[in-house]
């Protein structure tokens, strides 16, 4: 009998098409051309992801002359407090420059001063890696790429689970987030590059949405690796980010490199050139906050350029958004503020375990950007790794004669998936459900932590759990799909949770700092905390891994 959804065959299938997941696709149509290469991508490609239109800079590449692959592994350990997989990062940096040059081959605008010269910032502990970059076009013209190369994106089509067969991952189901329709991929790889998890903490504007990194992400690719036998690893590195309040919108690197001032409350000066986020979160929660950004002191000119760059590359929204409070740069001031919590690889160091070819603990899954840990890659980690995903998952792919399936793992996600709507009637709406999850994780897993509050957490997660099954409402295909994001979110919350009770120090500044040990501890936890499934996706499991040196890669 002929299955009634429709099953799609390729070699490589991408979960995710933000920056990784774009660049992967562009990569394996040129690794080669002949191979089907497949996106499946919860919103639309074109503008999807953290590069919702473009972005101001490349974070790291060694340019040459100027910095080196060594010296990034200097710097982005001390950035990590030692928590770093070097392999990874050295490969990482290794390619960055490749690729500001390959961006730049596609008219990704890099300025040049008048020398010729790129502009290249310090906003690391050591050496100069973040070249300025101005493209508000940058996704459109990845994506414009995308398909040029004859990938089939499915836009409007969220994961929803990993398929396998034995221990090999061998496709995924998606679900049209609009009609709820099922489709099934079978593909000979997978890449995962679908974010970290943007809806975690809730902000202090108190909108679902009004996070810092793209909101559409929701721990999905964590889950489903997890879910699939992957190995993840740091969930305990509770990130929160200190830039515009009430918008979250970033500004620090274009507003401070290029002249403006930090202030605190008491208008005392601060850092310029490389402000920490550690010192400015550690200045507001010992009231002398909030920091602000002044420019009046600037010129025109600079004023422009900053302008310029604000409103049009990341985030043009802040054009409106200054407007409509009545902030002129050239007199007015910019109110700065921690934001929500949130989990993420590129920014932080929560991720899919991979090794330096984007290879994960299971056969044929591979994973790229914010999904996996390629610690602090941020953009130049999304596009590097992305790239080595898909040249890793194309040998793979070249490999295997076909892909198989196993439909009753297909029927069994069907079934479930329908009496979702048995709960039509139930009381609770899943936006006031979310709510309350994410209100929840900002009052305990939210660092300061401690045993008691994040004991808390866990048996809130619980119960949460079960509510989601008995009390929430599923009325459409927006709360069916609302309802999968939300069971992401509180599984995210369990393990975060629970690596965080089992790293028994302080760590990353706030980011995990503990109450009950409020010290590091390099003797006993200058180590991974990896999480597994266990026989059900609440019995996480947990282990310890050593950090692997250059020259030992293949440890996983
Ligand atoms: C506001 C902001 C500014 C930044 N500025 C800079 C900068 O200037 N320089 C720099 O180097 N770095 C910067 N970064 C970091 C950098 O942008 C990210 O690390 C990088 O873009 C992450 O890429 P990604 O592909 O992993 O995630 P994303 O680009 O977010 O892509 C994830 C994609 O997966 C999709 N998705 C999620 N779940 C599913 C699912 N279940 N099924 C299908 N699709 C799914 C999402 O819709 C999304 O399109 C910034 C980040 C933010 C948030």
Known sequence: MRPDYPIIVCDVLIIGGGSAGAMAAIRA????????????????????????????????????????????????????DGIMDEPVNYRMAQRSWQMLKKLESWDVCFPLDE???????QVHPKGRFCVTMKEPELKAIL???????????INRTMAVQLLKVGDQVSGAIGMNVRTGEIIVCKAKSVILSSGGTARFGLPNNGYLYGVYDFPGNTGDGYCLAYRAGAELSGFEYTLIYYIIKDINAPLLYITLTRGANLLNAFDDHREKDHPSIKSMLQEHHEGRGPMRIIMSHLPEEKIREIEDILFTTERPVQERFFQGRNVDFRSGEIELWPTECFLCGGHGLTGVRVNEKAETTVSGLYAAGDTSLVARGHLSGAFVFGEIAAESASEFAAGIESAELETEQINKFIKTQETRFDQSGNPVPIEEFEYKVRRIINDYIVPPKNDYKLNHALRWMDRFRKELNEEVRVKDVHDLFKFYEIQNIIQCATMSALASKERKESRWG????????????????LKHIVLTQGEVPEDVRISHREIVRLGNSKTL
């Open 29 to 80: 149509k040129e690794v080669d051309p002949n191979q089907k290469v497949v996106v499946f991508e919860k919103g639309d490609l074109k503008y999807s992801g953290c590069i919702a239109r473009g972005m101001d800079a490349l974070n790291i590449v060694a340019v040459p002359g100027i910095s080196t692959p060594e010296l990034y592994i200097e710097a982005n350990a001390l950035a990590c």
């Open 115 to 121: 020398k010729g010269e790129y502009e290249v910032l």
């Open 143 to 153: 994506a414009q790429r995308v398909y040029d190369l004859g990938v089939r994106v």
């Open 510 to 525: 706030l980011w995990h700092y503990r109450t009950d040990y409020q010290e590091p501890n390099n003797q006993d936890w």
